[in-house]
């Protein structure tokens, strides 16, 4: 069958990759450069399998930048359009979505949307009653970044938002282009579907930020982290995963995912969504506060992504650490190879690696890379475990 898929990022292109193996696949994207990228089997983004399957795979994938040509005769549209935060309306920005369903509805074409973008609960149920239209569900995606179409080989599981043949042919679709065997599929409303996407994201940051605030008290107190959390994760029920501390929490999903479900709990009672949103600040406040009490006057900052192998760094913990140092007077200087301008948010950049080595004091690495080990003295990190979670 076609299927188009809304949005190119990281959750579209995995997505229209998978699809592709087994279906028309027909990428729809606003940036010309990126739909060349991708007609030229180039991947826009980084992430280790997708350029594989670029590499070695045929696809029977193209983009387009034109949107009847990528919904006509389509019998499945999957909107991974991006949601940011509105920090003002306290409300994902959800016009990208929204722009996609009225170009569908105004095409008039037999054809179901799977909201794959992170979205309010009860936004499917809105978008159903303001377009009069029932061709709309909700289906979260959970993908790692530069792991995204690994993620979607191997899925933990896959939820569709509605009980129905529809929802099972689409299901249906995703595990056939999985690798992975005897996936689990939950069907359920939108609603719920929508809620399952905030309430796992913001349980993640809850254990990270549990795990950074566990670091806090050890770094205060002067004692070993790891001991304390490899304790602690003796128990089978506790577990040994997802422990490392960092800065904090950051990236695409969690920060903004986090305050959505803090702004869907209005006048429903609760304390811990709102202490998982504000423990992340405080963590940063404390990183900024260890800082300045060794007194450095040029601080490095060694990578501004969030992850190894990633050329993302959308809301990385990292730049709330810069602004903070920033008021402090500090000067900072930036070495991030993804960058090619001198300049990031008025902080000088630096691209000889030695150089910067040279000229900070101190150098902030949320994760430590092995290249550092030879300034090791230099290097500020909480990262225990040199892995990305």
Not at 39 to 54: A, H, L, T, V, W
Not at 116 to 131: D, L
Not at 263 to 286: F, G, M, W
């Given at each position: 069958?076609k299927?188009?898929?809304?949005?190119?990022?990281?959750v579209?292109?995995?997505?229209?990759v998978?699809?592709?193996?087994n279906?028309?696949?027909?990428?729809?994207?606003?940036?010309?450069?990126?739909?060349?990228?991708i007609?030229?089997?180039?991947?826009?983004?980084?992430?280790?399998?997708?350029?594989?399957?670029?590499k070695?795979?045929?696809?029977?994938?193209?983009?387009?930048?034109?949107?009847?040509?990528?919904?006509?005769?389509?019998?499945?549209?999957?909107?991974?359009t991006?949601?940011?935060?509105?920090?003002?309306?306290?409300?994902?920005?959800t016009?990208?979505?929204?722009?996609?369903?009225q170009?569908?509805?105004?095409?008039?074409?037999?054809?179901?949307?799977?909201?794959?973008?992170?979205?309010?609960?009860?936004?499917?149920?809105?978008?159903?009653?303001?377009?009069?239209?029932d061709?709309?569900?909700?289906?979260?995606?959970?993908?790692?970044?530069?792991?995204?179409?690994?993620?979607?080989?191997?899925?933990?599981?896959?939820?569709?938002?509605?009980?129905?043949?529809?929802?099972?042919?689409?299901?249906?679709?995703?595990?056939?282009?999985?690798?992975?065997?005897?996936?689990?599929?939950?069907?359920m409303?939108?609603?719920e579907?929508?809620?399952?996407?905030?309430?796992?994201?913001?349980?993640?940051?809850?254990?990270?930020?549990?795990?950074?605030?566990?670091?806090?008290?050890?770094?205060?107190?002067?004692?070993?982290?790891?001991?304390?959390?490899?304790?602690?994760?003796?128990d089978?029920?506790?577990?040994?995963?997802y422990?490392?501390?960092?800065?904090?929490?950051?990236?695409?999903?969690?920060?903004?995912?986090?305050?959505?479900?803090?702004?869907?709990?209005?006048?429903?009672?609760?304390?811990?969504?709102?202490?998982?949103?504000?423990?992340?600040?405080?963590?940063?406040?404390?990183?900024?506060?260890?800082?300045?009490q060794?007194?450095?006057?040029?601080?490095?900052?060694?990578?501004?992504?969030?992850?190894?192998?990633?050329?993302?760094?959308?809301?990385?913990?990292?730049?709330?650490?810069?602004?903070?140092?920033?008021?402090?007077?500090?000067?900072?200087?930036?070495?991030?190879?993804?960058?090619?301008?001198?300049?990031?948010?008025?902080?000088?950049?630096?691209?000889?690696?030695?150089?910067f080595?040279?000229?900070?004091?101190?150098?902030?690495?949320?994760?430590?890379?092995?290249?550092?080990?030879?300034?090791s003295?230099k290097?500020?990190?909480?990262?225990?475990?040199?892995?990305?979670?």
């Open positions: 069958m299927i188009a898929v809304a949005g190119t990022g990281y579209g292109l995995s997505m229209a998978l699809l592709s193996q279906n028309e696949v027909v990428a729809l994207d606003i940036v010309p450069e990126k739909v060349e990228m007609n030229n089997r180039i991947s826009p983004i980084k992430d280790k399998e997708i350029e594989e399957f670029f070695d795979k045929k696809l029977n994938l193209r983009a387009t930048l034109d949107y009847k040509e990528a919904f006509e005769d389509a019998e499945f549209i999957v909107i991974s991006p949601t940011n935060y509105d920090d003002v309306q306290n409300h994902f920005d016009s990208s979505v929204e722009d996609i369903i170009k569908v509805t105004s095409l008039h074409i037999d054809a179901t949307m799977i909201v794959k973008s992170t979205i309010p609960v009860g936004f499917i149920k809105n978008m159903k009653e303001k377009y009069n239209i061709n709309i569900l909700f289906s979260p995606e959970f993908l790692r970044e530069g792991r995204a179409l690994y993620d979607n080989l191997y899925p933990s599981r896959i939820i569709v938002g509605e009980k129905s043949q529809r929802a099972e042919k689409f299901a249906n679709l995703l595990i056939e282009g999985a690798i992975k065997e005897n996936i689990v599929v939950k069907y409303n939108s609603t579907a929508e809620a399952v996407k905030l309430f796992a994201n913001t349980y993640l940051a809850l254990r990270i930020s549990y795990f950074n605030e566990l670091d806090t008290y050890a770094e205060i107190n002067k004692l070993n982290t790891k001991d304390i959390i490899e304790g602690v994760g003796l089978p029920r506790i577990g040994t995963h422990n490392n501390p960092s800065f904090g929490y950051g990236g695409y999903c969690l920060p903004k995912d986090t305050k959505q479900l803090l702004a869907n709990y209005c006048q429903i009672p609760q304390n811990l969504i709102e202490a998982i949103v504000k423990s992340n600040d405080t963590r940063k406040d404390h990183i900024v506060s260890m800082i300045m060794k007194n450095p006057k040029t601080v490095g900052v060694y990578r501004l992504t969030m992850k190894k192998d990633s050329d993302n760094f959308r809301a990385s913990a990292i730049q709330g650490i810069i602004e903070r140092l920033k008021s402090e007077n500090i000067e900072i200087i930036i070495y991030e190879p993804t960058l090619h301008e001198e300049k990031y948010k008025e902080c000088q950049v630096i691209s000889d690696f030695n150089y080595t040279e000229k900070s004091d101190i150098i902030l690495a949320n994760r430590f890379e092995e290249s550092l080990r030879s300034v003295q290097v500020y990190t909480r990262d225990l475990y040199s892995r990305d979670d």
